[in-house]
């Protein structure tokens, strides 16, 4: 990377930083970007590569990175000149939040091919932002703020299946909380009488008016286990609790988490930790 730095650590300002990447730079930034929102731009052909694939690019990329990705793009060629930002959300205290927006607010980074033109616009911008930070201006950091905020809301315009990607996530998220707050509001069982009013998948989705695929779609894509994983794991906690810390007869608490029968709730007890409920409850006695 170039020497030609900005680089802005303050308490009251926030964290902003910007360098021109020189033709033959590793393009990759060995700060990582965890906790900040980062802005690349690799003129003409790079490689870029993650854990869930690849992809080439022959012309210019501009890439936004959300302090939430999960896994790190790593370029695996030198970079053909260009620019690297990043700062924080306190950069952004007074403006609207930054993450909120559809570049920065999914679990990867988004990659936006840029023709020559766009190429020509985004680079400006750029030139405009590192003018900026060496001017003596009193309001410069604003400007630069504006600068970047071009810089979103140009991406947006310009590949908008990114607004839709970022509408379906917000979407599955809102899904994900409402069903974990209904499954949710069942428990703690406070007495032998109280039974679970949602026990199956088709129980949620006929609350929240959803298909019971969508439901299942959705928490698989959030949570990573389907609709059944995620109710038979809360149920096995509640077990536990209760074998634990009450003396309710295992037909009771079989009768409460929604099994017909107790040998039903007894065989999922032992699919889930290879013991019986009594044998739980004496060894935690």
Known sequence: MNANVCNLRNSEKGYFEILPIQSGDDAN??????????????????KASSKDGGAEFEKGVLVFS??????PVRYTDKAHSGYFCLF?????????????????????????????????????????????????FIYKYDVIRNLILELIYFAIKIA???????????????????FIQLLESQFPIESPEQQLK??????????LSIHVNHLNRVLKEITGKTTS???????????????????????????????DEPPHFINFF???????????????A
Not at 66 to 71: A, R
């Open 66 to 71: 959300g302090k939430s990705v999960l896994d």
């Open 229 to 259: 994983q995620y109710i038979s794991e809360r149920i096995m906690v509640e077990a536990q609790c209760l074998l634990k810390y009450t003396d309710w007869n295992i037909s009771d608490i079989a009768t409460c988490l929604g099994f």
């Open 29 to 46: 930034n060995e700060r990582g970007s965890n906790g900040y929102y980062e802005i690349r731009l690799i003129n003409r052909h790079i």
């Open 88 to 136: 924080n959300d306190y950069f952004f205290r007074h403006y609207r939040h930054i993450g909120d927006f559809p570049v920065f607010n999914l679990k990867e980074s988004q990659f936006i091919s840029l023709n020559e033109n766009q190429l020509e616009k985004v680079n400006k911008i750029y030139v405009e932002i590192l003018n900026e930070v060496d001017s003596d």
């Open 160 to 178: 908008p299946k990114v607004y839709r990607q970022s509408e379906a996530s917000q979407a599955s998220r809102k899904i994900t909380d409402l």
């Open 270 to 284: 032992k699919k889930g930790l290879n013991i019986t409920p009594r044998r739980f409850r004496m060894n935690e």
């Open 198 to 207: 949602y026990r199956f998948p088709i129980d949620f989705s006929e609350r």
